[in-house]
C-alpha cells in the first residue's frame, strides 16, 4: 500500500492539539486495512519524523435519520502517533 493511501487525513481536534503539545502524539484518520507497521512507515516518510509508538482504533459508524429513513455513516480508522521527544509536525 502507498504511504499516502495509508493516511487519509490528520484529525484537528480540541483533544488532539492538546496531546500534540503535552504528549508529541497525532491523531490521524488512516486506512481501515492499514496495520500498525505501515501508519508508522507511512508517517516517517511523509514528515520525516521518528516515531516511537501507535495506537489504533476502529470507530463504528453512528446511525443518523433523514426524513422518515434511518441511515448509517461510514466506520473509519483513527490512529494515535507517539514521536520521540525531539520531533514534532506542524499540522496547525
Not at 491523531?27 to 520525516?48: L, Q, R
Request: aromatic share 12%.
Amino acid at each position: 500500500m502507498d504511504n499516502y493511501n495509508v493516511i487519509i487525513r490528520p484529525l484537528v481536534t480540541e483533544q488532539g492539539t492538546h496531546f500534540a503539545t503535552k504528549k508529541s502524539a497525532y491523531s490521524f484518520e488512516v486506512n481501515k486495512k492499514a496495520n500498525k507497521i505501515e501508519i508508522k512507515s507511512a508517517v516517517e516518510k511523509i514528515y520525516s519524523v521518528k516515531v516511537s509508538k501507535v495506537r489504533t482504533a476502529n470507530r463504528k459508524g453512528k446511525y443518523r435519520r433523514k426524513g422518515r429513513t434511518y441511515g448509517l455513516t461510514s466506520s473509519w480508522k483513527k490512529a494515535v502517533v507517539y514521536l520521540e521527544p525531539e520531533y514534532h509536525i506542524d499540522l496547525f
